[in-house]
C-alpha cells in the first residue's frame, strides 16, 4: 500500500519503532506546511494519515485518485472535508478515546496549577519572595474538595475528568447538549444547564469538538456569567475560545485565571494576545501536549496499524466518522 504520514509530530523513526510491519509499504512522510508537496508528490497515496491538527481539503483529495482512507492521528477530524471524502466514497476515521486518560491528566493539572498559583509561586521563590508569598497565601488557597468543577461536554475525556475530580472530592457538574441520567450515578455528575453552570463553578473545563457552532462559544457573554473568582481550563481545541475575549476578562479581574493547553491560532506566535505580559500572572499555558504521552503515541500507532490490516483484509475498520 502506499501510505503517507501528513504530519508535524510524526516521522519515520517513529513510525518504525511502533509499527515496523510498516516498512512492507511504500511510506512518505510530508510536514503539514508542505502542502504542494503532498499534492505533486503524493498522488499515488491509498492511505493519509493525517495530524489532528491538520487541514484534508477537497483539493488534497481530489489530488489522490486511489485514496482509500483517511486517518486521523488523533481525535480531531475537524480539518477533514467528511463530506467530500464521503462522496468519493473514501473511509475517514480517528482515535476516539485514544488520549483521554493523558488530556484528564493535563486538565487536572492546570486546575491544580491555577489554584495552587504554582507559576507564580515558582518565580516568587527565585525572586527571593518566598515568605512574602507564604504569608498572603495563608488561609486563602482553597483545596479541590472545595470546588465545583463544570464540564462542558461529556465524552471520554471529560468522563476520565470527573473520576479523578471526584476522587480529590471535588463537585463535578457537567452540561451537554445530550443529557446522560444512565451515567451521572456511575461517574458522579450532576446536570446542569449552560448558564448554571457558569454561574456556579469554580472551573469551566473544555471538553467539546470545535465546529461551527462552537467557535468562539467562550465569549463576552460566557465569561461574563462565571464567577470573579473562577478559572478557565481549555484542553480541548483553541477554536472554542474568542481570544479578544478572554485576555479582556482576565485583563479586568471578571475571573480569576485560565489554564490553556490549545490556544488558537497554532503555532502560537509570540503576538498571540493571550500572551500579553499585562495577564501573564493569571494563565498557566502548556504547549498542546497533554494528549500526547508514550502510552497514548502507542495506542495512535497501534489503532492506526490495525486499521491498515482491517483495510486490507476488507474487515470493518475501528473508528469509522464516515
Not at 99 to 117: H, P
Request: net charge negative; glycine share 6%.
Amino acid at each position: 500500500m502506499n501510505i503517507t504520514f501528513y504530519s508535524n509530530v510524526t516521522a519515520k523513526e517513529k513510525t518504525l519503532k511502533y509499527i515496523p510491519q510498516i516498512a512492507d509499504h511504500n511510506i512518505k512522510f510530508i510536514k503539514l506546511k508542505d502542502k504542494n508537496t503532498l499534492l505533486t508528490e503524493a498522488k499515488d497515496t491509498q492511505i493519509l494519515i493525517v495530524d489532528a491538527m491538520g487541514t484534508v481539503d477537497s483539493e488534497i483529495i481530489g489530488s489522490m485518485p486511489d485514496l482509500k482512507l483517511i486517518h486521523s492521528e488523533g481525535v480531531g477530524y475537524q480539518g477533514i472535508d467528511t463530506d467530500y471524502a464521503a462522496s468519493k466514497n473514501i473511509i475517514v476515521c480517528n482515535n476516539k478515546g485514544v488520549n483521554d486518560t493523558a488530556v484528564a491528566e493535563g486538565a487536572l493539572l492546570l486546575m491544580l496549577s491555577c489554584l495552587k498559583q504554582i507559576i507564580t509561586g515558582n518565580q516568587s521563590v527565585y525572586d527571593g519572595l518566598q515568605i512574602e508569598v507564604k504569608s498572603k497565601s495563608f488561609g486563602v488557597v482553597k483545596e479541590l474538595s472545595q470546588c465545583t468543577v463544570g464540564l462542558i461536554g461529556f465524552g471520554d475525556i471529560a468522563k476520565k475528568t470527573a473520576q479523578f475530580c471526584n476522587a480529590l472530592g471535588a463537585n463535578v457538574i457537567y452540561y451537554n447538549r445530550t443529557r446522560y441520567a444512565e451515567l451521572e450515578t456511575e461517574y458522579g455528575v450532576t446536570y446542569k444547564n449552560l448558564d448554571e453552570l457558569l454561574h456556579t463553578s469554580d472551573f469551566v473545563s473544555l471538553h467539546i469538538a470545535a465546529n461551527n457552532e462552537t467557535k468562539n462559544m467562550v465569549d463576552e457573554d460566557f465569561l461574563a456569567k462565571m464567577k470573579e473568582d473562577s478559572f478557565l481550563i481549555n484542553t480541548a481545541r483553541g477554536d472554542l475560545v474568542d481570544n479578544k475575549a478572554l485576555f479582556n476578562a482576565l485583563l479586568n479581574n471578571q475571573i480569576a485565571g485560565a489554564g490553556l493547553d490549545v490556544i488558537s491560532p497554532e503555532p502560537v506566535t509570540k503576538d498571540n494576545i493571550l500572551l500579553d505580559e499585562r495577564i501573564k500572572s493569571k494563565m498557566i499555558i502548556t504547549p498542546h501536549i497533554a494528549g500526547i504521552t508514550n502510552l497514548t503515541v502507542q495506542k495512535i500507532y497501534r489503532n492506526i496499524w490495525k486499521n491498515i490490516q482491517h483495510l486490507i483484509n476488507k474487515e470493518p475498520l475501528k473508528n469509522q466518522i464516515v
